[in-house]
């Protein structure tokens, strides 16, 4: 599995959101990762695109596109299968006030 980090922002985030959010970021993440370790385009329902006007920062969204994640691709952790990936932001639209 990829390494990762999230930033204290993605955290308090993350505990603002319900369970069934939470459930449906896990589901959103591992099928991520999944393409990743395969090495994959990640799938077209996930729409995991570069975040316009903020360079090196990337957009997933799931759950009929309300929801979202930024992150970005750290250093690679040698020895570790994958990218190291550095959770920013989750929530709905509301994330992209500050990213």
């Known amino acids: ?3 990762y980090e999230g930033t204290s922002q993605f955290f308090n ?14 589901l959103a993440r591992q099928a991520f ?10 799938r077209k ?3 995991v ?17 309300d929801g979202r994640a930024l992150f970005r691709y750290g250093e690679e952790i040698p020895g570790k299968p994958g990218p190291h990936i550095i959770w920013e932001r989750i ?8 990213p």
Do not use: C
């Open 45 to 47: 329902s996930l729409r």
């Open 13 to 26: 985030d993350y505990g603002r959101l319900n369970r069934e959010q939470r459930r449906r970021f896990r």
């Open 49 to 65: 695109k570069p975040l316009e006007g903020h360079p090196g920062y990337w957009e997933l969204t799931w759950e009929y596109h």
């Open 1 to 3: 599995m990829p390494t």
């Open 33 to 42: 990762v999944e393409d990743i370790l395969a090495g994959r385009t990640p």
């Open 91 to 98: 929530g709905g639209h509301d994330i992209f006030k500050q």
